[in-house]
């Protein structure tokens, strides 16, 4: 796969390979938005998306062949509040379980991060993507999509917990945290790096 200026070029190289006790310190001295735990995730989905970059650049053209995700119809990105919008079929997943839509999903945001709406429709196979300023543009979409696709029919992606899912559980739980169950998650910043550091 091209390498495109959003890759791990523009990535933090200090947060590439961070341990818990790393992640904890950093959300404990440095700013961020958010509540504490989705600071923490943050900052482990920038791990997580550099360990995809590598998965997908290791798929060769050949393994791609009888992969087809095919563009229905491209309105690129105008402005700052315009966003772009791409439809795409994928022949060979018409009527799959909504499963695989979902873990397609999860994994094209982790890849490409800047969505504003990701929909499908698996009886006509189709992907409808709405997102901001992704370098490479509709075909980098369209390449990753087609990488991610072959991942998961081939089983080299879990598809056994999505993180869609996870994330309207998240919504009703930790988005909605009382003050008390703040101080109580801030409390594990300053307890866990002891007991790693007495562990040893």
């Known amino acids: 796969m091209n390498t ?7 990535t933090d190289p200090r947060r590439s390979y961070l341990t818990f006790q790393d992640i904890l310190e950093t959300v404990s001295h440095e700013p961020g938005q958010g509540h504490l735990l ?9 791990q997580q998306r550099e360990r995809l970059y590598v998965i997908l650049s290791q798929i060769s053209e050949d393994q791609l062949l009888p992969v ?8 690129p990105q105008r402005g700052k509040c315009n966003s772009a919008y791409n439809r795409f079929r994928i022949p060979s ?7 695989y839509w979902q873990s397609l999903i999860d994994y094209t945001i982790l890849a490409l991060r ?8 698996a009886s006509r196979g189709k992907l409808v993507l709405q997102y901001f300023d992704i370098p490479g543009g509709t075909l980098r979409v369209q390449d990753v999509i087609r990488r991610l696709v072959w991942l998961i029919d081939n089983g080299h992606l879990s598809v056994d917990f999505t993180r869609s899912r996870w994330m309207e559980s998240w919504r009703h739980t930790v988005a909605s945290m009382s003050r008390e169950e703040i101080f109580t998650a801030a409390s594990i910043v300053e307890v866990v790096p002891k007991l790693l550091l007495s562990g040893e």
Not at 4 to 10: K, R
Not at 38 to 46: A, N, S, T, W, Y
């Open 4 to 10: 495109h200026p959003d890759s791990t070029a523009q």
């Open 38 to 46: 989705e600071q923490i995730e943050k900052i482990v989905r920038v």
């Open 68 to 75: 087809q995700v095919l563009l229905e119809r491209d309105f």
């Open 93 to 99: 997943w018409k009527r799959y379980d909504d499963i």
């Open 114 to 121: 800047t969505f504003k709406e990701i929909d499908f429709c």
